[in-house]
């Protein structure tokens, strides 16, 4: 068994000049957000993760750390992570799934 990570296939995707005006990097390549949410779910996801469910997308989002972007400026509502940089997919195999992205730390 020899399937990509969660990580790794994302990466591949915005990797692709294919899904520009569907999914695509920030210019400066440290963020990543979906341009066309329709289209998204229409083309993408059937296609590489065998569901239309952008609920369970996000929630795969979330679940291998990535972080949505909140503020205000061109970054708002793109999703970061450390591990995961424009031109450098062979940093998505240190990436891990969390053990309980559900749960929050109380205040």
């Given at each position: 068994?020899?399937?990509?990570?969660?990580?790794?296939?994302?990466?591949?995707?915005?990797?692709?000049?294919?899904?520009?005006?569907?999914?695509?990097?920030?210019?400066?390549?440290?963020?990543?957000?979906?341009?066309?949410?329709?289209?998204?779910?229409?083309?993408?996801?059937?296609?590489?993760?065998?569901?239309?469910?952008?609920?369970?997308?996000?929630?795969?989002?979330?679940?291998?750390?990535?972080?949505?972007?909140?503020?205000?400026?061109?970054?708002?509502d793109?999703?970061?992570?450390?591990?995961?940089?424009?031109?450098?997919?062979?940093?998505?195999?240190?990436?891990?799934?969390l053990?309980?992205?559900?749960?929050?730390?109380?205040?």
């Amino acid at each position: 068994m020899n399937e990509e990570i969660f990580p790794t296939k994302l990466h591949r995707i915005l990797s692709s000049a294919e899904y520009d005006s569907i999914v695509a990097w920030k210019p400066h390549g440290r963020a990543w957000y979906v341009v066309d949410r329709k289209r998204f779910a229409a083309e993408v996801l059937p296609r590489h993760f065998d569901h239309r469910n952008l609920q369970s997308f996000n929630r795969s989002v979330n679940g291998w750390g990535f972080k949505r972007l909140c503020g205000e400026g061109s970054d708002r509502d793109a999703y970061y992570h450390e591990l995961f940089l424009r031109g450098l997919p062979e940093l998505t195999s240190a990436m891990a799934r969390l053990r309980n992205p559900g749960k929050r730390l109380p205040k």
